[in-house]
DNA sequence: CTGAAAGCGCTTACAG
DNA sequence: CTGAAAGCGCTTACAG
């Protein structure tokens, strides 16, 4: 059996191919009787339009793609991914739009291997703009992307520095003064921020705000890089707590980590090092996941609605794609879910 | 600037584009020299092959499709998609193949919405084949498939129901002695099985095998349904344990999981109901995770490795997407860890 | 309102 | 070895 193509259906209805383009279309240009037969026809023999000669027609593809520069050992271990994705495919979903999904492993000479693919996908019209993670400072994928001229969104970045670009923005600053606040509060007065990686734009922010919110209420912070692996997280810990001594000046009462993973290595590590959690340390992660719900004590983390994050940088980069201009999308602000982990300094 | 085409590279050469076709697709049809200056000049200009004419011209996308029928709120938390979509991309990086991700919500009317999306992507030619997670029994996905002739591979699957379909095929039979075998080893003569959701083959084919394994052996098993989430987990949990006394013969001395979410959240059900781990009962996890590693204490579990089930599945799809008939992969068994968790049983 | 025709960028027999 | 031509399934001015 053919497949069924408008031609095969105008020929059925002894029609032209264009009244049948038309009325599936829903354009003018047909009598609502012929619409409505050819509606009903189509409905029959079950017709879709090719997705390929559409395209061919007027270069769109209706797909979006996202590159994840991940390694992928790991990328099954962080739960942002999947969440994001999860609320991304639900605007797409709605919208009849498509996702086109390709995770390359990053090189060991730290070559961007991404960057072929969105040079390749632009050249084959593969997608009609992309969705960008991880940004970091100066990102050589904004530069390529504007000059390619393809529509793009940097998913909880911060600027959007091409035309047919946006970012819906975290307020990584905001989010650092309602953990520092919170700490300051049950009398935390020397804390550590154990950062992921440090070429991430958003992860320098933070470190910035973390430092800078400790100091304006009068207490000092320091900030120590990790690698958002919960393996670097214990070492990370181990290496910064081995051997101080509580009563020292130079201890920190409270630990936060970039993200749920990090945190819960910190844990294991404070473990092995005799340090009790909350008694003499405080645990607080950025990202708050089942694993902070369900470690051992469970860990006070930022809440934040990371579908919400997905489906707003889907609709943003949709409206970009149609042409409108579109200025940065501000994220709500996370919540600090306490949990025991988080207590008051000893003093 | 215009894009660059075949017949804009012909012209520029001086020649037909069927010979620019020919000499980009390393066909015969050209002479040496004409093809190294078709692609000298390809390459100066950077022409990639329109993917919408190509697909239009011999019906094929060069993409293969998945859809997740599963709850978004949920899907973060699983690792295993992610893993197992790291390793289908290293597969289709390597081959110029894209795939296309949707993921769609259960109906609550239990409708299965996904079986709309895969007549789509026929009807719009957007995939060449897909793979099938989550196997039921009576699958309806195979018969639609099936009747749509478009190929595909159930992931960790058990048979091959149709033509142009096959499966990566895991033993749960084996897995399952492997678990309940290092039980009696270790002295427990009652255990639990809490599975997931009973509607899966999979599922359905764990509970046996650790029913039967237990039986052979001598050693008695119940089982009860949950469903893969920590809170439902944990909730299973405390419905089976509260109240029965450690010292009856009802009390199961091992609690056997079927994944790490559940598992995660029954330790936080023993401990809510007083019972000590591994001390009273021991835990093991069918599926291993970094939650495995880092929870308190840290949970024995079956290690199997996802990624290689992805590249199995991905490279099976390929070879049958382009015709080859080929028979169900069989996934080697997987590893017991040992953790804290898993002890002797108490007499 | 309707139809014949050209075009999107490829591929592929078919003549020369 | 090379070129002119038809075709894949759509869209879209342009005449009638």
């Known amino acids: 059996m053919p497949n069924v193509t408008i031609t095969s259906l105008a020929q059925q209805l002894g029609i032209s191919k264009a009244s049948v383009s038309y009325a599936l279309n829903g354009r003018s240009g047909v009598s609502d009787e012929t619409r409505e037969r050819v509606l ?3 409905a029959e023999l079950g017709w879709y339009p090719s997705s390929s000669a559409r395209a061919l027609s007027h270069s769109r ?21 999947m969440s994001v994705l999860a609320g991304i495919e639900a605007v797409l979903g709605e919208r009849d739009q498509n996702l086109m999904l390709r995770i390359v492993a ?12 969105y040079r390749r996908w632009v050249g084959e019209g593969r997608v009609d ?11 050589p994928r904004c530069q390529l992307l504007g000059d390619l001229g ?3 969104v940097l998913v909880g970045g911060t600027r959007a520095p091409a035309a047919k670009s946006a970012a819906t923005a975290v307020d990584q600053s905001a989010d650092a003064a309602t953990v520092v606040e919170a700490l300051h509060e049950r009398g935390h007065r020397r804390i550590a921020y154990i950062s992921g990686l440090p070429t991430l734009g958003h992860e320098r922010a933070r470190s910035a705000a973390v430092v800078e ?33 509580p009563a020292s000046k130079d201890f920190p009462t409270a630990l936060f980590y970039g993200n749920d993973l990090m945190a819960v290595g910190g844990l294991a590590g404070l ?24 470690s051992s004590p469970p860990v006070a983390a930022l809440n934040r609605d990371i579908g919400e994050l997905g489906r707003q940088s889907a609709m943003l980069l949709l409206d970009i794609i149609q042409g409108h201009q579109r200025e940065n999308v501000s994220m709500p602000a996370g919540v600090l879910r306490l949990r025991t982990s988080l207590g008051v300094a000893r003093t």
């Open 61 to 81: 593809s209706e797909t979006i793609g996202i590159v994840l520069l991940r390694d992928p050992a790991h990328v099954g271990s962080e739960p942002f991914y």
């Open 213 to 245: 919110h400790a100091e304006s209420l009068g207490i000092s912070a320091v900030v120590t890089a990790s690698d958002y692996t919960a393996a670097d997280g214990e070492m990370a810990t181990i290496a910064l707590m081995a051997g101080l001594d």
């Open 150 to 152: 393809l529509p793009f």
């Open 106 to 117: 990053p090189d060991a000479a730290a070559e961007r291997r991404d960057l072929a693919v």
């Open 129 to 139: 703009g992309v969705l960008l993670f991880d940004e970091t400072s100066n990102d």
């Open 271 to 294: 473990k092995k090092v005799g340090i009790s959690v909350p008694e003499q340390v405080s645990v607080v992660s950025w990202d708050d996941s089942i694993m902070c719900e369900f």
């Open 40 to 42: 009903a026809l189509a």
